[in-house]
């Protein structure tokens, strides 16, 4: 059975880091593409960062400098390091994995995780 799950999510101040976990267990493996996605109260699911098997990192614009996915393939683990953040990086933010990176500008990912909460206050 396919399986990501997330942790490491919650609440801090403006300026402040977190560090998110994404586990993969099952098909998934570190031949994946492996991605973060967001979604904020109100607004559409977007894309924050995604990290290819040759381990080539493209960020949304809005986090660029802020935030930085990697992965440890001993672990089958992915993360996104997130820096100095802002009130408007509150939201759900979900990892994901596909065989390929193909589909993450739509969105489109095989797997995802059950999502996890960062909440940012000012």
């Known amino acids: 059975q396919v399986q990501l799950v997330e942790s490491g999510g919650g609440s801090v101040q403006a300026g402040g880091s977190l560090r998110l976990s994404c586990a993969g267990s099952?098909?998934?493996?570190?031949?994946?593409?492996k991605a973060w996605f967001r979604q904020a109260p109100g607004k559409e699911r977007e894309g924050v960062a995604v990290i290819d098997r040759d381990d080539k990192a493209t960020y949304a614009d809005s986090v660029k400098g802020r935030f930085t996915i990697s992965k440890d393939n001993a672990k089958n683990t992915h993360y996104l390091q997130m820096n100095d953040l802002k009130p408007e990086d509150t939201a759900m933010y979900y990892c994901?994995?596909?065989?390929?990176?193909?589909?993450?500008?739509?969105?489109?990912?095989?797997?995802w995780g059950q999502g996890i909460l960062v909440t940012i206050t000012s």
């Open positions: 994901a994995a596909d065989v390929t990176c193909v589909g993450y500008a739509g969105g489109i990912m095989d797997y």
């Open positions: 099952g098909y998934i493996n570190n031949n994946y593409c």
